[in-house]
């Protein structure tokens, strides 16, 4: 059983691993940025199956907000065993030629500085060479990260691009403190996160011919926490039928 914080875990992917993670008997903290209902949801489905599960309200994508997180599950968790970095938004579809600083900064700040900050606190409280016993940390990308996004969102696909490299970068620099660092990259999968119509329009150029569930990337995450992928340490795992 280990101890493990889930950011963006009230909806989504982030959601279905927490689900799955609670079912294999782990303790979870699922952080959030708004939507209480959809928290207060998880969280009562894990514990009225027996699980353990709370809940924190807190923007990742800025210090005080990744401080709330961490300093709530370090009281309810006590020690942690790892971290799902997985909150993530997009943004509307639009060229390079017509992206604002304002967007490219909220897309930065959501995707890349959050999943740093959150992985610096899980090295603080992980790490051998801080008095920790290890851990694991999982960093959800996307297939976007390869294909660029064209069209649609480079700004966004980029934004995952720093996340593949923070995976191979930090899994370099703790590997001899206890801690493995990996990826999972999702293709296109059924959540919330899309505009109307996208995976409609998307499905065609799945070979899979098919949209993912959550559940499948859940799935990848929890072997990637698990000691059954013990020795797979700065990897990052496509889950995206073959896009
Ligand atoms: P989703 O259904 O839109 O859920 C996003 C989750 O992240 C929610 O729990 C949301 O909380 C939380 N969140 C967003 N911004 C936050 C912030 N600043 N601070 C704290 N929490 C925040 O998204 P999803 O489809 O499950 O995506 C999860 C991850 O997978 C993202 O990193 C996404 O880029 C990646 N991904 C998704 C797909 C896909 O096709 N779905 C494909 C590739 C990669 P609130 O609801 O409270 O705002």
Redesign the pocket.
């Known amino acids: 059983m280990a101890a493990i914080v889930i ?10 691993t927490a689900r799955l993670a609670a079912r294999r008997g782990h303790r979870v903290c ?7 209902d ?2 207060a949801a998880v969280v009562a489905e894990i514990t009225g199956a027996g699980g353990e599960a709370f809940a924190v ?6 210090t005080a ?1 990744v401080e709330t ?1 961490f300093t709530a599950a370090g009281e309810r968790l006590g020690r942690l065993d790892g971290l799902v ?6 943004a509307p579809k639009a060229r390079v030629d017509q992206l604002d600083e304002d967007r490219i900064n909220h897309l930065l ?3 890349v500085t ?1 999943p740093l900050l959150c992985a610096r606190q899980a090295v603080l409280r992980m790490s051998t060479a801080y008095g920790g016993s290890g851990g694991v940390i999982v960093n ?5 990260a390869r294909i660029g996004g064209p069209g649609e969102y480079v700004d ?1 696909a980029a ?2 691009g720093a ?1 593949d490299t923070l995976t191979a970068g930090l899994a370099a620099e703790v590997v001899g403190e206890g801690i493995r660092v990996n990826g ?11 505009e109307p119509g996208r ?1 409609e329009r998307v499905v065609p150029s799945v070979p899979m011919k098919r ?2 569930r ?1 559940e499948e ?1 859940a799935e990848a995450i929890l072997w990637l926490l698990s000691d059954a992928s013990s020795y797979v340490t700065g990897a990052t795992l496509d889950v ?1 039928g073959g896009r």
């Open positions: 950011t963006g875990g009230s909806r989504g992917i982030g959601a279905a699922v952080g959030y940025r708004s939507d209480d959809a928290a309200r807190a923007d990742t994508s800025t907000g997180l970095n997985n909150a993530g938004v997009v700040r959501t995707n959050g959800v990308s996307s297939a976007a966004y934004s995952k996340v999972v990259r999702p293709g296109l999968i059924d959540t919330d996160i899309h995976l949209a993912g959550a990337v995206s």
